[in-house]
C-alpha cells in the first residue's frame, strides 16, 4: 500500500524525461513502486494532462 499518512508527498518531472525531484515520507519499497508506476503510465498522465490543459 502507497503511503497511508498526509505526511507522503513527492515531485516527479515527465517532461523532458522522468525524474524523480523528491518523495518525502514513502520508504524504499513504497519509492520503487511509485517509479514504477510513473513509468509505467507517463504516456497516459501526459495525455490527461494535454486533454485537460487544451480546454483553456
Do not use: R
Request: proline fraction near 2%; charge should be negative; glycine fraction near 8%.
Amino acid at each position: 500500500m502507497l503511503g497511508c499518512c498526509m505526511c507522503a508527498f513527492g515531485k516527479i518531472w515527465l517532461v523532458p524525461g522522468i525524474e524523480v525531484v523528491y518523495l518525502q515520507g514513502f520508504n524504499t519499497s513504497e519509492q520503487k513502486q511509485i517509479k514504477e508506476i510513473v513509468t509505467e503510465h507517463a504516456d497516459d498522465f501526459k495525455q490527461k494532462w494535454n486533454e485537460y490543459f487544451s480546454w483553456f
